[in-house]
């Protein structure tokens, strides 16, 4: 054997003469493929004035005095170009590139990649990757900065890319490795901000829609939040409906159970100018309705059968739809029987017409809002007072309309009641049929505005009353 058996390096044989030669020449190749260093391996012809010790790879297609050395270690030694053929396992750095790169025994491939090392299928910084966290970086932070310092071109983003629009792109937090919060595209192509107190009960707090941008709080209850209207909205409550559905739809498994339910939805928006309808199916409801403040500058709408109020029953233990609230509310289209008042407000208004009064202490009573009759409607049941205004700011008005009184009602007080400076204003009215019991009452600088009526014109069959500075008109 006259050579080694992995680099090739000459042996000195026993009867040698000038055995300096092959030892400097064994010297010369360690010198090349030891350590290799490589300036270049893009190159197919010899660079024009090499350095004593420059080491290149000899790109496809090499030329002049590299011809037919493709992929050899060509090495500048003692004034001419020696070639060394690379063998598997041999490594060499790529100066220029900064890069490692192993002789497979038919490429020069990156290490740890086919090729190059672009791409890798695993790394991991100071911690293990796998299958699953293919990239794996233990560290207390994390940089990504830009890579142009040219004015204006330095912009850095990061992306996330998922496979479908029911796939998941988002950056989740961890407390001992359980989910707590989550924002990105989770599950959809919306925009979500997610927590969970364990990992496995997630909620949105933040859902942002992907064709409006509409901003919407889903757990407003929790997060304070309301989500804002772009169109109106309509709500439905039927008797065979659930609490737990979202309102939005007229059968049985999208429609309320309860009108106060749909209420308290409707007050939990930002109505914004839009407004909300809440349509009641026939049916018997015995419950009491508490109208709320709302958010916007729209009103919401409680109607149930217009053509056949007396097909939506009422039947409130209390009052029916009472508040003290700002905003607008118009009732229609039902049958409304009460153990205390049939609408009231405070501060706020009442739009009403095409119902029908039952029992009730007081049908309709403002202690500081507005209540306004608008449209025809009728009363059947017995009560103290059919209307009540008391205290400065309070104002009921029914104009141009009908009233139907049937079966003879009976108004243990008053039929129109106005005191304490209150105004009520019954105006261009036609009532059909008759009830008992006193006319009105207009007292302590209240003002019972009729434009003219004779004072036996309100239904009753007892005198009305004028004292403490009180007006009939």
């Known amino acids: 054997m006259e050579n080694t058996p992995n680099l090739g390096l000459p042996f000195i044989l026993p009867s040698q003469a000038q055995k300096h030669v092959t030892h400097n020449e064994a010297l010369r190749a360690l010198d090349a493929v030891v350590q290799i260093a490589i300036l270049d391996r893009d190159l197919a012809a010899p660079p024009m004035s090499p350095s004593d010790g420059d080491r290149y790879i000899v790109a496809d297609g090499g030329s002049g005095d590299w011809s037919g050395h493709d992929d050899a270690i060509a090495a500048w030694q003692d004034g001419a170009w020696a070639f060394y053929p690379p063998e598997p396992g041999w490594l060499a750095w790529i100066a220029d590139e900064e890069m490692l790169l192993v002789w497979n025994g038919a490429a020069w491939a990156g290490v740890g990649g086919g090729g190059s090392l672009n791409p890798v299928p695993l790394i991991g910084v100071n911690a293990i990757a796998d299958a699953t966290n293919r990239l794996s970086v233990k560290s207390d932070a994390v940089l990504l900065s830009h890579d142009d310092l040219t004015p204006g071109n330095g912009d850095q983003r990061t992306k996330l890319n998922k496979a479908s629009a029911a796939n998941t792109a988002s950056i989740l937090f961890q407390d001992a490795y359980s989910g707590r919060a989550e924002f990105g595209l989770a599950g959809d192509d919306d925009f979500h901000i997610k927590v969970s107190p364990d990992g496995s009960a997630w909620f949105d707090a933040v859902l942002v829609d992907k064709d409006t941008g509409a901003v919407s709080f889903p757990n407003s209850a929790i997060a304070g939040g309301r989500e804002i209207l772009t169109a109106a909205r309509t709500y439905y409550v039927r008797t065979d409906g659930d609490d737990g559905n979202n309102g939005l739809s007229d059968n049985a498994g999208g429609a309320f159970a309860t009108i106060q339910k749909a209420i308290d939805t409707a007050c939990a928006l930002d109505m914004s100018i839009h407004n909300v309808t809440i349509r009641i199916a026939d049916g018997t409801y015995a419950t009491s309705q508490t109208l709320k403040t709302y958010l916007g500058s729209g009103s919401i709408s409680i109607e149930g059968n217009t ?44 739009d009403y017409g095409t119902v029908d009064f039952g029992t009730g202490v007081i049908h309709v009573h403002s202690t500081g809002g507005k209540i306004t009759g608008i449209s025809d409607y009728t009363i059947s049941g017995n009560a103290g007072r059919h209307v009540l205004a008391s205290g400065p700011g309070s104002v009921i008005r029914m104009a141009n309309a009908t009233i139907s009184l049937l079966g003879t009602p009976a108004f243990g007080t008053a039929f129109v009641h106005a005191e304490e400076m209150a105004e009520v204003r019954p105006t261009g009215l036609t009532f059909a049929g008759t009830a008992t019991g006193k006319r009105f009452i207009a007292e302590r600088l209240a003002l019972l505005q009729t434009n003219g009526q004779p004072v036996d014109w309100l239904p009753g069959n007892v005198s009305g009353t004028v004292s403490q500075g009180g007006i009939y008109t």
């Open 307 to 350: 053509s056949m109020p007396q097909n939506v029953v009422i039947n409130a233990p209390g009052s029916a739809f009472a508040g003290t609230f700002y905003g607008r509310y118009a009732i229609s289209g039902m049958k409304i029987s009460a153990g205390a008042y049939g609408l009231f407000t405070g501060n706020g208004n009442i």
